[in-house]
């Protein structure tokens, strides 16, 4: 029984301090995935900003061409093309029109 009782003493003399230094390491742990996460998340957003902003310009552009009469639309449009960035060309969807009337 003696035995016993120095086991866990032993048990409880090492093994409360490990099991704190054990929870602050893994309290640690979490915060920093959280972190991570909140940085990451932030970052998306702002690229879906980005992105958005780059769309929105595009429809007023493509709102004032078909708005106004008085414009030529071919002239107009390949305005547009000449002054895309090469990664708007990349990313963009073609100006072109899908459906050509047959000969």
Do not use: C, N
């Amino acid at each position: 029984m003696g035995e016993l009782i120095g086991l866990a003493a032993v048990v409880l003399i090492f093994g409360i301090p490990l099991l704190a230094i054990w929870t602050s390491h893994q309290q640690k742990i979490a915060k920093m995935q959280v972190e991570s996460t909140a940085e990451t998340t932030a970052e998306k957003a702002a690229q879906y900003a980005t992105q958005i902003q780059r769309l929105e310009d595009r429809v007023q552009v493509l709102e004032r061409i078909v708005t106004d009469r008085g414009y030529d639309v071919a002239t107009q449009i390949e305005a547009l093309r000449d002054s895309r960035s090469v990664e708007d060309r990349d990313s963009g969807v073609p100006l072109t029109s899908g459906s050509r009337e047959r000969a």
